[in-house]
Every structure is written in structure tokens, then in C-alpha cells.
């Protein structure tokens, strides 16, 4: 698939997608939505591609939301349908057995902080501003926006963000646990790629197996998700990349990883 609103790289195993629709603040239209897509496609069966970094061109916006521009054209069922579309994709993205940070470099509204939302962390520069200001459109989060916030920075927040539409600075998304961690504008791609690249040689079946029991443990009671763990762990033992990690740290020696998701 050629794509005409997002770039896709790949370098020493980590996959850089960046939206590039700066014109727009990188808005989403469905266009973009069908190519996130196929770079989840990508990624998901490339083992070269350990770990996806999404972030935004241009100096103002990681993702300023949906395209408004197109909700004029749709009707009530299309506009459901589109929601229903950007959720699975969503959905695919955080169901991606890599790890995927989102950096975000600026603007990060409602579809587009709904998007950081699904990579397993977010990182953010300090000119970074989050919100869901559907509100003022008249609207609600479409893209999954009210469940995964509440998840993540509690109802009550949640509600506060989604009903009064404000944007808050990166340091505040960071104290109320929506942000992993702020740096410098013109540090953020640099740390996060270097935290990416860390993450790149480490053991991809553990990191699948941590994120698939952190975010199944999350929608069950604390004995389940520990009895989910238990079972994890001892399956982890069967790798190759236990053996190696194991080995490499009593011949006091590096690990090479090398274990695949695909064979
Ligand atoms: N969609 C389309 N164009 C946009 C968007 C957007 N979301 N955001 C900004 N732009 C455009 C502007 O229209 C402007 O275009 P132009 O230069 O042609 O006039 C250009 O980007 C630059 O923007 P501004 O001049 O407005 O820049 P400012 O620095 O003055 O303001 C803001 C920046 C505060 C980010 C402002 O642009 C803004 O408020 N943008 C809209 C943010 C927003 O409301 N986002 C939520 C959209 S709704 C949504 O995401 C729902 C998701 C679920 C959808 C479900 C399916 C229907």
C-alpha cells in the first residue's frame, strides 16, 4: 500500500510511523485510518520490526483528532461506522504483540489522544497538550476515548477531561498518569527512540508476554490475573531466550535474543 498521510521507517528493528498531515495538525481521516492499519499488518508479521514508534511532523501536533472536516459529509450511520472502524483499528494496534510508545510531540486531542491511548506508553514532549475536546463540537470520543481513559487516570478524571474539553499540559498528564514521561521538544524523538532501541534488544516473546498479561489481568479480579501470570511465567521458562538470558547472566556475558514470534 502506498501511503499519502503517514511516513513508515524502519531502523535497527524499531518502526518509526509518523503522521504527516501537518497542515492539519495531523488530523485523522479515514485515508489515515486504513494506513495505520496496514503498518499494524506490517509490523505485526515482521519479525525485523521489534518495536513501532508513532509521532507527528511538523513542529505543532502528534494528532489534533479526527478530521473535522469530513463530519459534515456523515451521516449518522456512517459517522458510527467510522467509530467502529477507528476502535478495531485501535483495538489491533494495542493487541500488537511488540511494544508501541507513543510519542507525542504536540497537539494530542481526541482521536489522537484516543490513539496514544492504545500504544502502551506515552511519552511527551513539554509543549505537549492533551485532551477530548469533542464537547465543544457537540460530540462525544468516538474512538474508544471515554473507556480507556477511565482505565487509565480514573471515572472521575475521565469525566472531568471528557465533560469540560480542556486541554491539559504534558507535566499534568504525567501527575495524573496519562504520561509516562516529559522531556525537552527537541529531546523527545531522540529518548524516545533510544528507550525504543533498548526495548528492540531485548526478548520479543517476553515482551509479548508481558503485555498480554498486563492488559488481560486488567479487565479481571486480582486472583485471576495472578493465576494468568503464574501460568505465563512458567511458559516462559520453555523459550529459547529464557535459556539465553539465564546462561548470559551466570557466564557474566551479554544476552543475544533471538527469539522469534512468526517461527
Ligand atoms: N480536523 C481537521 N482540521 C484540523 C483539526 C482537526 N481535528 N485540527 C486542526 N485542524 C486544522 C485547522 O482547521 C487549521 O486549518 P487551516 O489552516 O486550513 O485553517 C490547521 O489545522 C491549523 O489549526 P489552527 O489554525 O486551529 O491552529 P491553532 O494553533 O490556532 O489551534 C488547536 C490548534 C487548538 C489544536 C485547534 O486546531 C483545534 O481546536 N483543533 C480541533 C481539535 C479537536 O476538536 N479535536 C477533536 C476532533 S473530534 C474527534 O477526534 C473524534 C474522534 C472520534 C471520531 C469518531 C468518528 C466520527
Do not use: H, W
Amino acid at each position: 500500500m502506498a501511503y499519502e498521510n503517514i511516513l513508515f521507517e524502519v531502523k535497527d528493528g524499531v518502526g518509526v510511523l509518523t503522521f504527516n498531515r501537518p497542515k492539519a495538525l495531523n488530523a485523522l481521516n479515514p485515508a489515515t485510518i486504513e494506513e495505520i492499519s496496514d503498518v499494524i499488518d506490517r509490523v505485526r508479521k515482521d519479525d525485523s520490526v521489534r518495536v513501532l514508534v508513532l509521532t507527528g511532523a511538523g513542529e505543532k501536533a502528534f494528532v489534533a483528532g479526527a478530521d473535522i472536516t469530513q463530519f459534515p459529509k456523515m451521516n449518522p450511520l456512517e459517522a458510527r461506522a467510522f467509530a467502529e472502524r477507528g476502535q478495531d483499528v485501535f483495538a489491533r494496534l494495542e493487541q500488537l504483540p511488540k511494544p508501541v510508545i507513543a510519542c507525542c510531540n504536540g497537539f494530542t486531542l481526541g482521536g489522537g489522544c484516543e490513539l496514544a491511548m492504545s500504544c502502551d506508553f506515552i511519552y511527551a514532549s513539554d509543549k505537549a497538550r492533551f485532551g477530548q475536546p469533542e464537547i465543544n463540537l457537540g460530540i462525544i470520543p468516538g474512538f474508544g476515548g471515554t473507556q480507556r481513559l477511565s482505565r487509565l487516570v480514573g471515572r472521575a478524571r475521565a469525566k472531568e477531561l471528557c465533560m469540560t474539553g480542556e486541554m491539559i499540559d504534558a507535566q499534568r498528564a504525567r501527575e495524573i498518569g496519562l504520561v509516562a514521561k516529559v522531556f525537552p521538544a527537541d529531546q523527545l524523538l531522540d529518548e524516545t527512540l533510544k528507550v525504543a532501541s533498548q526495548l528492540a534488544a531485548k526478548s520479543l516473546v517476553a515482551l509479548r508476554t508481558i503485555k498480554l498479561v498486563v492488559d488481560r489481568g486488567a479487565d479481571v479480579d486480582l486472583k485471576s490475573g495472578c493465576a494468568i501470570e503464574a501460568e505465563a511465567f512458567g511458559a516462559s521458562f520453555a523459550s529459547q531466550d529464557a535459556r539465553e538470558g539465564v546462561a548470559a547472566f551466570l557466564e557474566k556475558r551479554k544476552p543475544e535474543f533471538k527469539g522469534s514470534l512468526t517461527s
